[in-house]
């Protein structure tokens, strides 16, 4: 195994603490996210330390319009832009899911869309999720969402996915081949950058009670959702 000199160039020693800066400057922007084109980063690693949430604009509360996982009368509402075809998004699945369970009818999810435009199927599983429930209603959309991010986002699927809920597959492909919803997932995008999501997954945690709101962007370790969630239940 080759080995450095003992008195190496000066020059070398300068160029490698150069590097470590950039490599640590990376390294604490890292959110767990996909973030759009322009941004400081495409993808990063998720990291234990909370970073400092980036300011929430206007943000768009919970309605009856939305897909809501979790008892309609918790005091928390996880607003959770997306996209069906971002590995951190199904990655972060789970997560969203465990708090629900674990806040047990405190905390409920609210799913909205945010296709990425480098996603060639996001824009189009979004809308086959919003004609699921359009005939199934709040149950078939979850039951869409899931074996999306677990079984794949390509179209040839979908058909699969219909016929096992019980949907009408005629009603489904017309729906899914006319746009119908294509309007509405611009429409959860623009609220979204309305209120600061900039990637994906991008959180919005709200009080439905007091409208306190904070952003926690990315696939972050659950921990860090559970200190912002028990702020506001305080």
């Known amino acids: 195994m080759s080995e450095l000199p003992a008195k190496s160039n000066p020059w070398f020693a300068v160029s490698m603490g ?7 400057y990376g390294l ?6 996909i973030s759009l084109p322009g941004t400081t980063a ?11 949430p980036p300011p929430v604009g206007e943000v768009t509360p919970p309605s009856d319009a939305d897909h ?6 918790a005091e ?24 629900v369970e ?11 869309h945010f296709p990425l ?30 074996s999306l991010f677990t079984e794949g986002v390509e179209p040839e699927k979908y058909d699969d996915y219909a016929t096992e809920l019980g949907l009408d597959l005629s009603e ?25 999501v900039r990637g994906t997954p991008g959180n919005i945690i709200y009080n439905n009670e007091t409208e306190e709101s904070e952003m926690v962007s990315g696939a972050q370790p659950i921990d860090n959702f559970k200190a912002v969630i028990d702020g506001m239940l305080k």
């Open 28 to 33: 604490a922007l890292g959110t767990g996210g």
């Open 42 to 52: 495409e993808i990063v690693e998720p990291t234990a330390a909370a970073p400092t």
């Open 117 to 146: 435009s480098f996603h060639a199927n996001a824009q189009k599983a979004a809308e086959a999720s919003e004609c699921a429930a359009d005939q199934g209603g709040n149950d078939a959309f979850w039951g869409f969402h899931d």
């Open 68 to 73: 809501v996982r979790g008892s309609a009368d």
């Open 102 to 112: 674990d806040y047990d009818g405190k905390v409920n999810v609210v799913f909205r």
């Open 18 to 24: 150069l590097v470590g800066v950039i490599v640590g």
């Open 172 to 196: 489904f492909n017309d729906c899914l081949d006319t746009d119908k919803f294509a309007q509405k997932t611009k429409d959860d995008m623009a609220s979204g950058s309305k209120g600061g």
């Open 76 to 99: 928390i509402t996880i607003i959770e832009y997306s996209d069906f075809e971002c590995p951190f998004c199904s990655r972060h699945a789970p997560t969203i899911d465990q708090l």
